[in-house]
């Protein structure tokens, strides 16, 4: 049985807690053994209005920053789910989900107490501008 499904019903709040303006933020962390790409954080950004996902992979000896779509952002996450990260963290004033995969690479999402009591500062700025 493939984790997609799962990661799909994921994306889906992400995708939901942007729309709601809760989104703080959201990491791909827990690698298998030691691997060069250590974790991805993905944030919010506007860049000239136009809302995007800045998507910043950081390795061991660096870090490398991309803009996508939300749409384009899942397609670019997705095949780093099992290869190498396990887990991924969304984190919105709500509530913290985590989607993880267990060893027999089967994928749940947990539901948590929310870490941050305030949304990211862009989606806030988004809600002012009406975006």
Do not use: C
């Not at 959201?26 to 996902?53: H, M, Q």
Request: overall charge negative; aromatic content about 12%; hydrophobic content about 40%.
């Amino acid at each position: 049985m493939s984790f997609q499904p799962v990661f799909t019903q994921f994306w889906e709040h992400v995708k939901e807690s942007i729309q709601n303006g809760t989104f703080a933020k959201l990491t791909l962390a827990k690698t298998i053994g030691d691997t060069e790409l250590k974790n991805i954080y993905v944030r919010p950004v506007l860049l000239e209005d136009d809302f995007k996902l800045s998507l910043i992979a950081r390795y061991k000896t660096e870090e490398v920053e991309s803009f996508h779509t939300l749409d384009e952002a899942f397609f670019v996450l997705a095949p780093y789910m099992n290869n190498p990260f396990l887990t991924a963290l969304l984190f919105t004033t709500e509530n913290d989900l985590t989607f993880k995969l267990n060893k027999k690479r089967v994928g749940s999402i947990i539901e948590q107490a929310p870490t941050f009591k305030n949304a990211s500062d862009v989606i806030i700025e988004m809600k002012e501008k009406g975006i």
